[in-house]
């Protein structure tokens, strides 16, 4: 991770970490950067957050100036502007989004022109361009300054992508979806209506401070509570900018990433469509995912947590489908990057081709109990590297055995240190959490 960007792009609270001056310096690099042998042609989304369209004004800026050519896309999902740059041959996209954060966070995201996240090189030119450090670039002048361009029809190119992906009618399946007050509002009801599905949605009525509050992914219970009042046949989750699914099936369980890799891991296995009989996941994903795999047979990898790791390991090793618990899925056949809606799409061709409900399909998990606490820190580095740290950690993973593990790992996007415990039950898992914990409070390393 670099200074200002970590595993997915540059995120902080907007005008305090993440300023309009840094959204116009990141434009004028890009600009530059992309347009040195030809004009350089950039695609922008946003997400539903007040400050999404203070920072588009400031990229535009910064871009024109230095000559680039931008396309807007205006409200729409990460993997619409993952689509649009991979097809239709721009130089990069940019995503305006702090996905699941609170509203008052913002962040940039930038995806090179194969639809894939941004090489870290490049993101350490833009923050070295930023920091005074790379020097000034040139301003274009009289005609070979750039000019913006209103792309909606990229977004709706999206989702005519989207709807030619179901193998089935979703007609009589009655499908809740919690939008977050994010980018999925504008996109997904659209696609399962056109799909013949039922469509009963909530939180889709983005007012630019109600993203992620209280709804969507992170939220899940909401959604879980909405389908067993209405009696509905499968729900689904998205995050700010729909990058993350999570579902929820007709009983009330909770389908997270782990339990949705299972399902369409197994179902590809069934169909021959999963390549090298490999799930690539990360070191978050639960022991019992890993049991369930071993028992049909499914060999399966594990990265650092991001779906930016998983995918990386996705395209070295030709695997086809990989995850996070968290609800980023990447499925490489068809998008290369987390993308909630063609999720969703795809558990709804499990449930149709195979006729079974989602609880049949995920019912051979048996997820072990897990807790997962965050710690604000002074110093992550400092705190991971802390030898009483290490000691309690260790001591933990000797207790443990086989029956459960311990992660300590530092986040990517926040001033946090995450310490994960998944035991047999949950007494176990608190127990264990608290005792690292302990420690770090009484090394000083927890910021109060």
């Not at 588009?56 to 409200?75: K, N, R």
Request: some cysteine; charged content about 25%.
């Amino acid at each position: 991770m670099g200074k200002y960007f970590g595993t997915d792009g540059f995120r902080g609270e907007a005008n305090v970490v993440l300023t309009v001056e840094h959204a116009y310096k990141v434009g004028r690099f890009l600009g530059w950067y992309y347009g040195q042998e030809h004009k350089a042609r950039i695609v922008i989304g946003k997400d539903t957050r007040r400050s999404s369209y203070m920072f588009e004004y400031s990229l535009v800026a910064g871009l024109t100036a230095s000559g680039a050519d931008v396309y807007l896309l205006h409200v729409t999902t990460t993997p619409s502007v993952s689509y649009v740059v991979r097809t239709e041959e721009f130089d990069c996209g940019i995503m305006i989004s702090a996905s699941h954060n609170p509203f008052y966070d913002n962040g940039i995201k930038v995806i090179n022109g194969k639809g894939e996240k941004l090489e870290a090189d490049v993101e350490a030119k833009v923050e070295a361009y930023i920091d005074g450090i790379w020097g000034e670039v040139p301003f274009a002048v009289k005609e070979n300054i750039g000019r913006t361009v209103d792309y909606v029809m990229g977004r709706n190119r999206y989702i005519g992508y989207l709807i030619s992906l179901a193998t089935r009618s979703f007609k009589g399946v009655r499908v809740g979806m919690d939008c977050s007050n994010g980018s999925s509002s504008a996109i997904a009801k659209n696609v399962f209506d056109a799909l013949g599905a039922k469509t009963y949605v909530i939180h889709n009525e983005p007012d630019g401070t109600n993203i992620n509050t209280n709804c969507g992914s992170t939220h899940i219970n909401v959604l879980r509570d909405f389908v067993l009042e209405k009696g509905l046949d499968v729900g689904f989750a998205y995050d700010g900018d729909a990058d993350r699914c999570i579902a929820v099936d007709h009983t009330g369980r909770i389908i997270d990433g782990d339990l949705i890799l299972y399902v369409c891991g197994r179902y590809m296995k069934e169909t021959g469509t999963l390549k090298n009989n490999t799930v690539v996941t990360t070191v978050m994903s639960n022991l019992g995912l890993y049991k369930a795999f071993d028992k049909i047979g499914i060999d399966y990898e594990k990265t650092a947590v991001g779906d930016k790791y998983v995918y990386e390991n996705m395209v070295a090793n030709n695997n086809c489908l990989g995850g996070e618990q968290s609800g980023h899925i990447i499925f490489s056949k068809h998008a290369s990057t987390g993308d909630g809606i063609l999720t969703s799409l795809k558990i709804m061709e499990v449930m149709m081709e195979k006729k079974e409900s989602l609880s049949k399909l995920a019912e051979p998990v048996k997820i072990y109990p897990q807790l997962l606490k965050n710690v604000r820190v002074k110093s992550k580095p400092e705190a991971q590297a802390d030898e009483d740290v290490m000691a309690a950690v260790a001591a933990v993973e000797k207790a443990l055995g086989e029956d459960g593990r311990i992660l300590v790992r530092e986040s990517g996007t926040e001033p946090v240190i995450r310490v994960m415990v998944e035991a047999t039950t949950d007494e176990i898992c608190e127990k264990y959490v608290d005792q690292v914990i302990a420690v770090l409070e009484e090394k000083g390393h927890v910021e109060h």
